[in-house]
């Protein structure tokens, strides 16, 4: 028999405090979560992200193009985080090859697994977004 270590028995109590307090946690996955978080309309990007505050800078489109970049970079490990930059970059105007190479320049930097993965979860975003419209 094994013993259970600090970190362990930390988790499991917490586990069960957590069921005691909503027995629904217990199946609780925070997958899709993002879906509940509106896209933004490109007009309200463009005031936010864009060049509403100077009209030499970068626009929201290219901002968010360099949002996926850096989140690639990272590993691609905050998924719902890049189902959302996807997202917003559909609205925004940008092209499925816009998105693609984005991504795929990140694999000189980041590693092939962290842009493969990236780019899974971009396929996917956009064959939801795809069925969204049909």
């Known amino acids: 028999m094994s013993q ?5 028995q930390m988790m499991a109590q917490a586990q069960e405090m ?6 629904a946690l217990e199946t609780f996955t925070p997958k899709g979560f993002e879906a509940m978080m509106p896209t933004m309309p490109k007009e309200m990007m463009e005031a936010v992200f864009g060049k509403g505050l100077g009209s030499n800078g970068l626009d929201a489109k290219t901002k968010l193009l360099l949002m996926l970049a850096g989140q690639t970079m990272q590993g691609a490990q905050a998924e ?3 189902r959302l930059t996807v997202r917003h970059l559909i ?6 090859e816009e998105i ?5 320049l990140m694999s000189m930097f ?7 993965r990236a780019m899974d ?3 996917g975003v956009m064959a939801d977004t795809k069925d969204d419209e049909t």
């Open 4 to 8: 259970k270590t600090a970190f362990e």
């Open 18 to 23: 957590a069921k005691s307090f909503a027995p």
């Open 80 to 82: 719902a985080q890049l």
């Open 91 to 96: 609205e925004a105007g940008a092209t499925e």
């Open 100 to 104: 693609a190479e984005s991504i795929g």
């Open 110 to 116: 980041a590693g092939i697994p962290a842009m493969t």
């Open 121 to 123: 979860i971009a396929k």
